[in-house]
């Protein structure tokens, strides 16, 4: 008969303590395949416990297929050929400083948000009262696209301060542009090739690349995307940001706009792929209109995020599709969950309808006009200023510094960062190096810490 | 000379004005290619506005591409071959009422949560302590796996209340499990051949569907998937739950647990991925173990989420990788951002960490344990009571009932439904209809208004 001591049972309950036992006598073959099992009544005599108790031990047993039971006969031992022990060590928590990054005195690369810009209190204002008011709402699973209210919302957005005017059913709700470059590929099929700019923001390729669908990289001249090499790369999609290229700052000119939907139009597998990611940013005149806007052929997918807009910490970016891929969407991908939960959506929802969002655009954009001032009347008043050129310094979050300097690029940013000072070049987006320009500094300024920029420039400078 | 009149520009800016005159005569051709337009002095001069208003204007032709400076000559009109106006109506609002669904008496197939479970109170009250507290790691991106905060509290919790021994390095935060199918896909390579449970949840052979991955079909004997079955299948990749499989409710015995993880180590391509979708509520006795708890080889991939522990409203699961497949991972697929928002990541943090999961799991439990019993009383009271056999009512939150009836499935179904009763049949389940085992309703009861319980099962009893 089967005995076991409950004294060192601690806090565990009687039957899983006895449960644990039978188990262990199985894993270690005290107790063999098919042998018969004591009667839960003579176990419960033997000791000295309640009948429920070796019948709950019994049931987990049986649960986990360690024991069966033949009826009118009996509990049986299963046969367990090779049981190991699992450990029983508590993990080891993480414990890391909030950034284990290198400290530079300027990080020029570093293209964070300031910290302070978040509008936290609003923020949380309206969730509490998206809380409140909205509770059955909350708990309602969204639609794949994301919930009326937001794509509403994002509909009025982009029609008053981009000039578009997109229904709210075509536009796609998702955790990160990322995802939705995934969901696109999906779309459109893993047998397309799509095209990239060169130079351009390396990780779009990646993402291709990890999905593995074929990707070419295709070189720019002054108007952008070369239609020449962009004809002879055989691509099918081509993903580009128009408005305002990475890292060159181009906009794609009107004409060379028209050429490019001309491209797409030759082939009902072409698309292009807009990436608009920070065209709320301009500091000179208006924004540039969107391609999608002047798309009459359901060309054009359109993407854009509000993790620039308003805050990486928020993960919320959208696509808008031409009417004949949204309904290939809903007829193939809308078996998907959204990605963002209900919480964020009904909160920038509103966020967006009582104008917060405009607000915080036209806050962000004086904060990083400040930055870029003070960044280049630093930098007019260096002794070596005649040195250097700067461009495309009118939109976005960064521009261009050329610089006379016989160092190579290598040589120079290795020197920088030994100074504490990090840069990268532009040479270093090029997917071709052999296009490459030399000597010319991305300058990204929007997690700069404003105390520290003279010092950044200084060092800087005091290289070249 | 160009002439405007700005008597109708009604609160637009002068050079906006100015801008958008010019553009028309440029798209409509009344301004042809090449043709100079008058300098900025002699524009002001005509039009008796100020230079600067003049310089604006050119300025955001120029960034559009409209026009070209030529230097110590002037401006001149770019070649535009096609522009089409774009339309100018404001895009239409879609109000639809928050559940367009048909109203059922009692939907029994419908597994959403109850709407009144979500602990609203005490997340916001976190949120509110982080945003007040952590505002400046809110703004840090989040590495991509997660923050360090949120895998340590998995990590302990899988330890305490799964038994699970494992490194928070080892676990990958995604918004959703659908999502980290995704990654796993582009983990283990798009060239696997992934094998699925049938029956089973018909979303995750959809999803492998989408990616473009082979996907097969394996067959369940009594002890969960068929060895042979799936030796036979070819199938590289396994994708099951055998803590409580969908929807038979079957829990794989310890013993067929090793003949899987034989399985698995017999080829180094070989992986199961153990989707643990419900094993928070089991009703009689403890959780059962983890299949990722007994893999010494690192086979297994352990996927969970708090959708359904939590609340759907909130979009957080995670994946326990191998140490070596997280190796993988972060040489490959670590530049993707963490589709979490660090907001969510840290209200769980700290949610998990203080207990608060605990609890209201524990609470859930206990309410879905009321919500069945009610049902299975129900149940027991009607006269027919005894045409149904009831099994697998120990867990998760749907248990199946066996009828007696000449009807078949779909007449059986069909007569439901306009009687106002929504069921799913377990056939419904099954890739293989061959192997369909008929008259069986899988009956969900999670999201079941507790107050139309009686009518429904009445409605549904009267019928058989």
């Given at each position: 008969?089967?005995?076991?001591?409950?004294?060192?049972?601690?806090?565990?309950?009687?039957?899983?303590?006895?449960?644990?036992?039978?188990?262990?006598?199985i894993?270690?073959?005290?107790?063999?395949?098919?042998?018969?099992?004591?009667?839960?009544?003579?176990?419960?005599?033997?000791?000295?416990?309640?009948?429920?108790?070796?019948?709950?031990?019994?049931?987990?047993?049986?649960?986990?297929?360690?024991?069966?039971?033949?009826?009118?006969?009996?509990?049986?031992?299963?046969?367990?050929?090779?049981?190991?022990?699992?450990?029983?060590?508590?993990?080891?928590?993480?414990?890391?400083?909030?950034?284990?990054?290198?400290?530079?005195?300027?990080?020029?690369v570093?293209?964070?948000?300031?910290?302070?810009s978040?509008?936290?209190?609003?923020?949380?204002?309206?969730?509490?009262e998206?809380m409140?008011?909205?509770?059955?709402?909350?708990?309602?699973?969204?639609?794949?696209?994301?919930v009326?209210?937001?794509?509403?919302?994002?509909?009025?957005?982009?029609?008053?301060?981009?000039?578009?005017?997109?229904?709210?059913?075509?536009?796609?709700?998702?955790?990160?542009?990322e995802?939705l470059?995934?969901?696109i590929?999906?779309?459109l099929?893993?047998?397309?090739?799509?095209?990239?700019?060169?130079?351009?923001?390396?990780?779009?390729?990646?993402?291709?690349?990890?999905?593995?669908?074929?990707?070419?990289?295709?070189p720019?001249?002054?108007?952008?995307i070369?239609?020449?090499?962009?004809?002879?790369?055989?691509?099918?999609?081509?993903?580009?940001?128009?408005?305002?290229?990475?890292?060159?700052?181009?906009?794609?000119?009107?004409?060379?706009?028209?050429?490019?939907?001309?491209?797409?139009?030759?082939?009902?597998?072409?698309?292009?792929?807009?990436?608009?990611?920070?065209?709320?940013?301009?500091?000179?005149?208006?924004?540039?209109?969107?391609?999608?806007?002047?798309?009459?052929?359901?060309?054009?997918?359109?993407?854009?995020?509000?993790?620039?807009?308003?805050?990486?910490?928020?993960?919320?970016?959208?696509?808008?599709?031409?009417?004949?891929?949204?309904?290939?969407?809903?007829?193939?991908?809308?078996?998907?969950?959204?990605?963002?939960?209900?919480?964020?959506?009904?909160?920038?929802?509103?966020?967006?309808?009582?104008?917060?969002?405009?607000?915080?655009?036209?806050?962000?954009r004086?904060?990083?006009?400040?930055?870029?001032?003070?960044?280049?009347?630093?930098?007019?008043?260096?002794?070596?200023?005649?040195?250097?050129?700067?461009?495309?310094?009118?939109?976005?979050?960064?521009?261009?510094?050329?610089?006379?300097?016989?160092?190579?690029?290598?040589?120079?940013?290795?020197?920088?960062?030994?100074?504490?000072?990090?840069?990268?070049?532009?040479?270093?987006?090029f997917?071709?190096?052999?296009?490459?320009?030399?000597?010319?500094?991305?300058?990204?300024?929007?997690?700069l810490?404003?105390?520290?920029?003279?010092?950044g420039?200084?060092?800087?400078?005091?290289?070249?």
């Amino acid at each position: 008969m089967l005995t076991y001591s409950f004294d060192d049972r601690g806090g565990v309950p009687l039957y899983e303590y006895l449960y644990n036992q039978i188990k262990q006598d199985i894993i270690s073959f005290k107790l063999s395949a098919d042998e018969k099992l004591p009667s839960k009544r003579a176990l419960a005599k033997n000791l000295n416990i309640s009948i429920i108790t070796v019948e709950n031990a019994y049931s987990q047993l049986i649960a986990e297929g360690y024991i069966y039971s033949v009826p009118k006969s009996g509990f049986y031992v299963c046969d367990i050929s090779s049981a190991k022990p699992m450990s029983a060590d508590k993990p080891q928590r993480v414990t890391k400083p909030v950034t284990d990054k290198k400290k530079y005195v300027a990080d020029f690369v570093n293209n964070s948000m300031s910290k302070d810009s978040f509008p936290f209190t609003v923020w949380s204002k309206i969730m509490r009262e998206i809380m409140s008011d909205s509770s059955d709402k909350l708990m309602v699973r969204s639609p794949s696209a994301g919930v009326d209210e937001l794509r509403n919302a994002i509909a009025d957005y982009l029609y008053q301060f981009r000039g578009m005017n997109v229904e709210p059913e075509q536009i796609v709700v998702g955790a990160g542009t990322e995802y939705l470059y995934g969901l696109i590929i999906q779309l459109l099929g893993q047998d397309m090739k799509f095209g990239v700019e060169d130079p351009g923001y390396e990780k779009i390729a990646r993402i291709y690349g990890a999905n593995k669908v074929e990707c070419v990289h295709i070189p720019l001249d002054e108007g952008g995307i070369s239609i020449d090499k962009l004809e002879e790369s055989g691509a099918d999609v081509l993903h580009i940001s128009p408005a305002h290229h990475f890292p060159t700052g181009f906009v794609t000119p009107i004409s060379r706009r028209y050429e490019l939907l001309s491209w797409a139009s030759k082939s009902s597998k072409r698309y292009i792929i807009e990436d608009d990611y920070d065209s709320e940013f301009r500091f000179l005149g208006k924004p540039i209109p969107s391609l999608q806007s002047i798309d009459v052929l359901d060309k054009v997918i359109y993407i854009n995020t509000f993790s620039k807009s308003l805050s990486s910490t928020i993960r919320i970016s959208y696509m808008v599709l031409p009417k004949p891929l949204m309904e290939k969407y809903k007829k193939e991908l809308s078996f998907y969950s959204c990605t963002v939960s209900n919480f964020d959506q009904y909160t920038l929802a509103r966020f967006i309808d009582e104008g917060h969002l405009e607000k915080h655009i036209n806050r962000m954009r004086n904060y990083y006009r400040t930055q870029r001032d003070t960044l280049l009347n630093c930098i007019k008043k260096q002794s070596s200023y005649n040195k250097v050129k700067i461009s495309e310094e009118h939109a976005g979050l960064h521009f261009l510094m050329e610089i006379e300097t016989k160092l190579s690029d290598t040589e120079l940013k290795k020197k920088a960062q030994q100074a504490g000072v990090n840069i990268a070049f532009l040479s270093e987006y090029f997917y071709d190096k052999s296009n490459a320009k030399s000597h010319t500094v991305v300058i990204n300024y929007s997690g700069l810490n404003q105390e520290r920029i003279e010092e950044g420039i200084k060092v800087l400078f005091g290289l070249i």
